[in-house]
């Protein structure tokens, strides 16, 4: 076997007979997992799952990096630094006549922000032209309930689906 691998194994240097090769030889510097990790200076996000529930204690993230779901008010993701991000479809088409002004509504989301301090930003697509002002108000009402209002131009159609897009944090 020396012979087979004789020039390969001296071409490795002093590599090729240490039990543990320290990171300035291009190592871990370390014998077991842990040992690794902390001679390649890696952190606590090494070893943590990446999707399951995220958790917190003290603004300190102590479950996984992110967390999805979904339920009938819509699907969110969760990440460990404390952002959320919330999205709702609406499917129900609505007929708009001339100018005309619909408030939606209270509507629930799908997750509970820290407080009622997020962004909500909503999108609807019209069936006719685009003779439409859009959605002019979109608000938080508390921490999982936003309201929207759609303001339509002056040709009467129908506005199909509408999105509806929170981000804020979690904690």
């Known amino acids: 076997m020396i012979q087979q691998w004789g020039a390969t194994l001296a071409g490795l240097g002093s590599v090729s007979t240490e039990n543990i090769v320290p990171v300035a030889k291009g190592g871990t510097g370390g014998s077991t997992q842990a040992a690794a990790r902390n001679g390649l200076g890696l952190g ?11 958790s917190q204690v003290g603004g300190v993230p ?54 009622s301090a997020f962004s909500v930003v909503a999108t609807g697509i019209p069936t006719s032209t685009f003779d ?5 108000t979109s608000y938080s009402v508390n921490s999982n309930t936003v309201r929207i209002v759609y303001r339509n131009g002056a040709t009467p ?15």
């Open 44 to 54: 606590s996000a090494a070893v943590a799952a990446l999707l399951g529930p995220v």
């Open 62 to 115: 102590t479950g996984a990096v992110f967390e999805s779901g979904s339920n009938a008010n819509g699907t969110y993701v969760k990440f460990a630094d404390g952002t959320m991000i919330c999205q709702r479809l609406v499917t129900t088409l609505v007929d708009m006549t001339a100018n005309q002004l619909k408030d939606f509504g209270n509507m629930q989301i799908a997750a509970q922000f820290a407080s």
């Open 132 to 136: 439409t002002y859009g959605f002019t």
């Open 157 to 171: 159609q129908t506005i199909g689906t509408t999105q509806i897009l929170c981000i804020g944090r979690w904690f």
